[in-house]
């Protein structure tokens, strides 16, 4: 009996840990909320990750320790990180500081989902509610473009598109839907609106992906739901392809649109951009192949080897108002190569490569057991996630998105902790510690944000505050 009280409090605190641990999600995508209004969400928002992780971290010391299988490799991406930063030779220092936050931000979300895992469930029912969570004000809002809280339509659908998928997964596989089911199937209803109406192609072939590998390993029934989840995705997508309409040439929207979706009809953020950025980056990494340019340093560094077809293509031929600036390779499986060299970029590779074969794993074992179905639910979700970080960035640059999808990384690859029991305890506690000497700086972040807010708020741009 004492047994069975002790497993039933230990679920019960794994789902309250499950809540907290997406907290950071949710007030990143609260309306009115901390980066409500804020020009540059991604600098805010990962100092207010990092800072509203504490209570789930704290927590997680508490629930059955858990190690994270090929923790290794990300250990060492995370470690080269920290040192081109402590290095102190960086362009811009903020844009540094504010990448050791993502990264640290990322790191506390994949222990804390490896400790949650044992309630996958509530995970996911606060997956498919954070979707709709950020969906539902980009929808019934009176922005033409649907941006929703984050001020842009591709990183609203990047951050609802864990839950969504997962929500999915679950309709597909569940063979008595219950009501949590149905909500999951509602989030990726709206995923695919909002995708159709913003548009942003590129979760939307994510879904496609994802929804076609499960409807691959899947059996009997639920083979054909998912086949069925997949082919809306693909209505969705050609729907959207056949009723955009392009924006004269230099209007603002125009502009807004070229940074906005990888699959952008036309040449402006189109494939054929995003392979010439790439392309530029290998040239950036071969000043120092091993290092990198450093942690947070892209941005500043990537001028330099700007290719200028790529120059008229972002700018459809110099026809925009404004030229364009390429904040990131629009590729997070490369950015830590660029910045971080080999010796940060291949382990990251490594792990990456690493959690979708692990997923992939989930999804062609699964069963009719509710485990094995939460668990092909968090691998569906995931391997969508993988696809979009190809084609932007939704680990480095979109806090709304990052800590669900390593939450969820954390619960594929969470494995128990009878075997390395000093490395599954310790992680946790340093994650924390590192957290709190880094809450000062996430702090200003955060502050700076509120500021720029109000300034926008106010109808005054930036430049002329």
């Known amino acids: 009996m004492n047994a069975l009280g002790a497993a039933t409090g230990g679920a019960k605190r794994a789902a309250l840990g499950a809540l907290l641990a997406l907290l950071p999600a949710f007030l990143c995508l609260l309306p009115g909320g901390p980066l409500s209004s804020d020009p540059f969400p991604a600098d805010s928002g990962a100092g207010l990750v990092v800072l509203a992780s504490l209570p789930a971290l704290a927590f997680a010391l508490f629930l059955p320790a858990a190690r994270v299988a090929w923790s290794p490799a990300f250990l060492a991406a995370l470690l ?252 997070d499986w490369l950015l830590p190569l660029f910045e971080g060299g080999c010796l940060g970029g291949l382990p990251w590779l490594a792990f990456l490569a690493a959690g979708a074969w692990c997923a992939l794993r989930g999804m062609r074992s699964v069963t009719t057991d509710a485990s094995s179905i939460d668990t092909a639910a968090c691998a569906t979700a995931f391997l969508a996630i993988a696809a979009e970080g190809a084609a932007r960035s939704p680990w480095f640059h979109n806090p709304g998105a990052a800590a669900p999808s390593f939450l969820v990384l954390g619960a594929l690859l969470s494995v128990p902790a009878a075997s390395r029991p000093l490395q599954a305890r310790a992680m946790p506690a340093l994650l924390l510690v590192l957290a709190l000497a880094a809450a000062p700086g996430a702090l200003g972040f955060v502050r700076q944000g509120a500021a720029l807010s109000g300034i926008a708020r106010a109808g005054v741009e930036p430049d002329e505050a």
């Open 80 to 331: 080269v990180a920290a040192l081109n930063l402590a290095r102190g030779d960086s362009v811009d220092p903020a844009a540094a500081q504010r990448a050791w936050l993502a990264w640290l931000a990322l790191a506390c979300a994949l222990w804390i989902g490896a400790r949650i895992a044992p309630r996958k469930d509530a995970l996911l029912l606060g997956l498919a509610a954070l979707s709709l969570f950020a969906t539902a004000p980009a929808l019934l809002g009176r922005d033409s473009a649907f941006a929703g809280v984050l001020g842009n339509a591709a990183s609203t659908s990047e951050a609802a598109l864990c839950g969504a998928l997962a929500g999915a997964a679950l309709w597909a596989l569940r063979d008595r839907p219950g009501a949590s089911t149905w909500l999951g199937l509602v989030a990726y209803l709206a995923l695919l609106v909002h995708a159709l109406l913003a548009p942003v192609l590129s979760t939307a072939v994510a879904s496609l992906v994802a929804l076609s590998l499960l409807a691959l390993f899947a059996r009997g029934k639920a083979r054909w739901r998912a086949a069925l989840l997949a082919l809306a995705a693909l209505v969705a997508l050609a729907a959207a392809f056949a009723l955009r309409q392009g924006p004269a040439p230099g209007s603002e929207s125009t502009a807004r649109a070229a940074n906005q979706d990888v699959f952008a009809l036309g040449p402006a953020a189109g494939v054929p951009v995003r392979l010439q950025v790439a392309r530029a980056g290998f040239d950036l990494l071969a000043d120092d192949p091993w290092a990198g340019v450093g942690t947070g340093q892209w941005m500043a560094r990537f001028p330099a080897v700007r290719d200028l077809e790529e120059i008229e293509r972002s700018t459809q031929g110099r026809r925009l108002a404004e030229d364009t600036e390429v904040e990131h390779p629009h590729d």
